[in-house]
Nanobody
Framework: QVQLVESGGGLVQTGGSLRLSCAAS????????MGWFRQAPGKEREFVAG????????YYADSVKGRFTISRDNAKNTVYLQMNSLKSEDTAVYYC?????????????????WGQGTQVTVSS
């Protein structure tokens, strides 16, 4: 059974940094795509970044390009989201997701497994 467990959220000031982690377990993830999504209060869940587990190709939402970096550690079965230059509009619950198909997509319904989420709050 696939499990995704996020950690690393918290409260940070505008311009600060956080690194989120997603520990994945339950199977091997070669051929999977791992994604980070976020959901702010009253808004729909939106794509943030994605990475192919095999090969490491990445894709970012325009709103975070140049500020966020997604990466993975194969040995630890963990995906990371390094978030720099944080803005108040980055405040949201951040979710890790896994897709059993080697193509990065931004649609939530394309992902098969989800973590429970971790809160990120950016204060000015």
């Amino acid at each position: 059974q696939v499990q995704l467990v996020e950690s690393g959220g918290g409260l940070v000031q505008t311009g600060g940094s956080l690194r989120l982690s997603c520990a994945a377990s339950g199977r091997t993830f070669s051929g999977y795509v791992m994604g980070w999504f976020r959901q702010a209060p009253g808004k729909e869940r939106e794509f943030v970044a994605g990475i192919k587990w095999t090969g490491g190709s990445t894709y970012y939402a325009d709103s975070v390009k140049g500020r966020f970096t997604i990466s993975r550690d194969n040995a630890k079965n963990t995906v990371y989201l390094q978030m720099n230059s944080l803005k108040s509009e980055d405040t949201a619950v951040y979710y890790c997701a896994a897709r059993n198909f080697p193509l990065i997509t931004i649609t939530t319904r394309s992902y098969d497994y989800w973590g429970q989420g971790t809160q990120v709050t950016v204060s000015s």
